[in-house]
């Protein structure tokens, strides 16, 4: 045994733990090794399949979507007691940004620009996840998305790879702890490899085609990343990946993921989708889809029913040898032994209720959320606001509302607790007049297919043209009344995450006419944004004197934005991702490559003759109750040889009144070489805080990492012997200019 110097606690050795896999394996019927590789889908819709006698015969290896926790140690005994090999069952859900405690989405989390915010929130998803009886979370979504217009851009980093790869790697800790099987953790997921985030015109599930340069420079690296902090498994895409859905792709799956990056753990599909390689047009039937899956690297089958139905039959006719079936087997099997489920199976039912209740939890949530935030805009100091406001208008759709404040993903087992913006800001002011109407309701125009998990009579009337213009003027008659207006706007959490693509940008319904109406009133107005995703908000941003974009803030949210506007809190988010000012102008992201008509060149010629694709608000960009100077940028070396490092140091230094964060952004450029490569390109960052006055010179290191590329040219990695720019400053934008070179 290793004993785990941070903790205490004892680790397996990797050898005890491959004897003791083999001694298990070398027992097992052909049935049970199918049933290790199938996972039920015990959705409540879904019980007609009987999982206890498929469990007593030991024909599932984990188990998802069940929501009825007490149902965990019933089937688990079924499991350990009655099965003839007795293998514990894993039992998974979807935990993505909290389980109880909610924090703030993974787009928000990515905000922080601070990776052990994003490790904490995990810390206690994993923590409450374990405690409700949940051995794996599907999480961290790691798709990169350069496209607003996706979803699901909601669940990811964003669009930059080296972020990405930093708030993966945070997250599979946060999840995991410092081992596998560390007390109070549960196995992390990297999903969804690979490429779903580019997926035609934003739209979910359309096909993904991507070359093997952009795969590898771009969409891979948080992968990797979690690879290198031990992710336990992986998650195949939905979607076909140059023609070959991602389930059936060998090349990934195989070659680059285990060949390459020497992943040990094991990989599930998507759900249902082994069975969906036929729908798709790739399989056959569903036992060519069952054989193409296992040989691509697929180990179990999310509720596809597939390898059960066919792998069985595949290896008796001498289809597929015994080896393949005993390989996808050995690292389900390894998860169980080192989650330490064979000596301690079940989960004490009384624990849920307990680790809810610490109150750091709530806290977490709190500070994790403030840290996310970004502050978009704040003419003439506005913000922070006076805590002697007495009489306070808080309108829109979305001010009280439980689910914009939790955000996506609070499906299954969801209890709603979220502080709304509106009880936030009662709280924060109890003596104040705070007058709140929501103004029309906003919905989709196309119901989602999630909405069947939602109850019947939880499910909102749509509502009636009359009642949403009452609801409007009664808007305006209640901010007319008031010294001042918080709005908050965006969207429902429906209208962000899983099938949940949209192709405009805008406020839907009708907030932006509404916010315009306040907003000739004349009074100060603060437009408070939730929402999953960036929004093309061009007359607020003209228009409106603040901007705070709060995302989807999770149990503490209101408070955590109330905090923030009356500057209990000081924001230092940035933006993961540009905003866009048109849903058309997606996809749009900073590190695109230079053409041959750069903006500024004699020969520039506008992309567009109908409004110029800049975004609203670029990657990285977000603002502070203070000011920052960023300068002095100093490298250590004027030439860097190939393979070796060099470091950027800058002096930041807090120019305001009032302590506050900055994140200090490094950018490269690579001027010439086999390749073209992006204008820029974030290659290192660091959050911190400073006094007023104070001033911090903060170091960031580039290396043969940060300096070399997949050349598509070469088709391999490489390092050129180029010149570089470098550019370091608050956002993508930075002027603070320096360049060193390469050499051979
Ligand atoms: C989603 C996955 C999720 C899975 C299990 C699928 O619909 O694409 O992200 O983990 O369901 O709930």
């Not at 940004?97 to 052990?116: C, E, K, M, N, Q």
């Not at 070396?637 to 302590?659: I, M, P, R």
Request: hydrophobic share 40%.
């Amino acid at each position: 045994m290793d004993v785990n110097t941070n903790t205490g606690s004892t680790a397996p050795s990797d050898a005890g733990v491959a004897a003791r896999v083999e001694a298990i394996l070398g027992g097992m019927s052909l049935y049970e090794k199918v049933g290790q590789l199938t996972q039920l889908g015990l959705l409540p819709n879904m019980l007609g399949a009987n999982p206890e006698d498929v469990i007593r015969l030991g024909g599932a290896g984990s188990v998802l979507w069940l929501t009825d926790r007490k149902q965990y140690n019933v089937l688990q005994k079924i499991a350990v007691e009655e099965s003839p090999s007795k293998i514990p069952l894993l039992f998974a859900l979807d935990v993505i940004h909290g389980y109880r405690t909610v924090f703030p989405t993974p787009l928000a989390l990515a905000s922080s620009w601070d990776p052990s915010v994003a490790e904490r929130a995990q810390t206690v998803a994993a923590r409450e996840a374990r405690a409700a009886g949940l051995h794996w979370t599907f999480g961290p979504m790691l798709d990169i998305a350069r496209d607003a217009r996706w979803g699901r851009i909601v669940e990811g980093a964003g669009e930059d790879p080296f972020l990405g790869a930093a708030m993966a790697a945070a997250q599979v800790r946060g999840f995991q702890g410092d081992y596998i099987g560390s007390p109070e953790h549960v196995l992390a997921c990297a999903k969804h490899f690979a490429g779903y985030g580019a997926a035609d015109g934003g739209r979910d599930y359309d096909p993904v085609y991507l070359s093997e340069t952009q795969l590898r420079n771009t969409y891979f690296p948080p992968f990797q990343a979690a690879v290198k902090a031990n992710v336990a498994t992986f998650m195949s895409a939905y979607m076909d990946l140059n023609d070959v859905p991602a389930t059936g792709n060998r090349w990934l799956l195989h070659d680059v993921l285990r060949g390459e990056w020497g992943f040990g753990g094991f990989v599930v599909s998507d759900a249902f989708a082994v069975g969906n390689l036929v729908i798709q047009g790739f399989a056959r039937d569903g036992r060519d889809a069952a054989q193409r899956a296992l040989h691509a690297g697929l180990n179990m089958d999310m509720a596809s029913g597939t390898y059960p139905q066919h792998l069985a039959g595949l290896v008796e006719d001498g289809s597929l040898p015994m080896t393949e079936i005993d390989a996808a087997v050995r690292p389900i099997l390894e998860m169980k032994v080192r989650l330490g489920l064979f000596e301690n199976p079940y989960t004490d039912e009384s624990l849920l209720a307990q680790v809810i209740a610490r109150p750091e939890h709530r806290s977490e949530s709190r500070l994790v959320a403030q840290r996310s935030m970004v502050l978009l805009k704040n003419e003439g100091g506005l913000l922070p606001l006076s805590k002697n406001v007495s009489n306070l208008a808080v309108i829109g759709p979305l001010a009280d509302s439980m689910e914009a404040t939790e955000g996506s993903w609070m499906i299954f087992d969801h209890v709603p607790g979220a502080v709304t913006v509106l009880q936030g800001l009662r709280a924060k002011l109890p003596g104040a007049n705070i007058q709140y109407a929501p103004g029309p309701q906003i919905a989709r125009d196309i119901r989602s297919w999630f909405d069947n998990f939602t109850p019947e009579e939880n499910r909102k009337p749509a509502q009636a043209a009359e009642q949403a213009e009452a609801a409007y003027q009664t808007a305006i008659e209640t901010a007319r009344g008031a010294d001042l207006v918080v709005m908050v706007l965006g969207e429902n959490a429906d209208m962000a995450g899983e099938a949940a693509s949209r192709a405009s940008l805008d406020l839907p319904g009708r907030q932006e006419e509404l916010l315009k109406a306040v907003v000739a009133l004349g009074k100060p107005v603060v437009l408070v944004l939730l929402n999953g995703r960036p929004l093309s908000i061009n007359w607020a941003a003209e228009n409106v004197p603040a901007i705070l974009e709060a995302w989807e803030p999770g149990t503490e949210g209101g408070n955590a934005v109330a905090d923030i506007l009356f500057g209990d809190a000081n924001p230092g988010g940035k933006l993961p991702v540009s905003f866009p000012r048109k849903g058309s102008h997606a996809p749009l992201y900073y590190a695109r490559n230079l053409t041959h008509s750069p903006e500024g060149s004699p020969m520039y010629n506008p992309r567009y003759w109908d409004g110029l694709p800049v975004p609203l608000y670029p990657f990285g960009f977000g603002l502070s109750y203070t000011s920052f100077s960023i300068t002095n940028l100093q490298l250590s070396a004027a030439q860097v040889k190939v393979g070796g490092s060099l470091s950027v140091t800058v002096d930041v230094t807090n120019t305001g009144a009032v302590a506050g964060d900055e994140v200090v952004q490094l950018y490269i450029h690579q001027q010439a070489g086999s390749d073209s490569r992006p204008m820029r390109e974030l290659r290192g960052f660091e959050r911190v805080t400073l006094q007023p006055g104070e001033t911090r010179s903060v170091t960031l290191t580039l290396g043969p990492d940060e300096l070399g590329h997949w050349s598509s040219s070469a088709g391999k990695w490489l390092q050129d012997a180029e010149a570089f720019d470098v550019w370091v400053g608050a956002d993508s934008l930075a002027e603070l200019h320096g360049g060193f070179a390469v050499v051979g």
